[in-house]
């Protein structure tokens, strides 16, 4: 078990230049944007615009804070992602463009390279003590805006955006949350 906090976390321009990202956590350590394994991060979106390309990379959106994101990822309908709606999954490598609803966001980024690794977003609302079950060789648990603490295997606390990083020796993980909050599970599963 390993504990990111929110604090420590690496800024960096995004790809196309066009903002600022937060990166959460790379695999291998110290990859950069075109040579990752798997990446998760956050950014805060001011404006409408084209997503940066990622080649050979499968890309999942959640929407952190603000009223939500229309994307127009080529060869789909227009898909709205809001504070509410389950994360969308799409690749990557397609051309994708993205109309804000209103004022900005912060969005919640996880992207794995094909052929290196895959993943699932889950977005739960914790309002009681908690079991998660890691199902994959790396899973991260991620407050969005309240306190979680866990008391199995290893006892410890997360504040709002830190993250938790767990191996696949962990079979179970119990939290209590503070008060009630959102919690993303990341799972990443590496392909060989």
């Known amino acids: ?29 110290g990859a950069g944007l075109d040579d990752f394994d798997w990446r998760v991060s956050m950014a805060h979106v001011e404006g409408g615009g084209p997503f940066s390309g990622f080649a050979s990379v499968d890309r999942t959106l959640a929407v952190l804070e603000g009223e939500g994101i229309i994307l127009d990822i080529a060869g789909r309908p227009p898909a709205e992602v809001t504070g509410a709606s389950a994360p969308l999954s799409f690749p990557a490598d397609v051309a994708t463009t993205a109309a804000l609803i209103s004022g900005p966001i912060t969005d919640l980024n996880v992207m794995t390279r094909r052929g290196r690794a895959t993943h699932t977003v889950e977005r739960l609302m914790v309002s009681a003590p908690t079991d998660i079950r890691p199902t994959t060789a790396t899973t991260l648990i991620l407050p969005l805006d309240g306190e979680i603490g866990v008391t199995d295997p290893t006892p410890c606390r997360l504040g709002p955006r830190d993250t938790l990083v767990i191996g696949p020796d962990v079979a179970q993980l119990h939290v209590e949350p503070v008060r009630p909050t959102t919690v993303f599970v990341i799972r990443i599963a590496s392909l060989g």
């Open 1 to 29: 078990m390993r504990i990111l906090r929110a604090g420590d976390y690496r800024v960096m321009p995004w790809k196309n230049g066009g903002g600022t990202t937060t990166e959460i956590a790379v695999v291998p350590d």
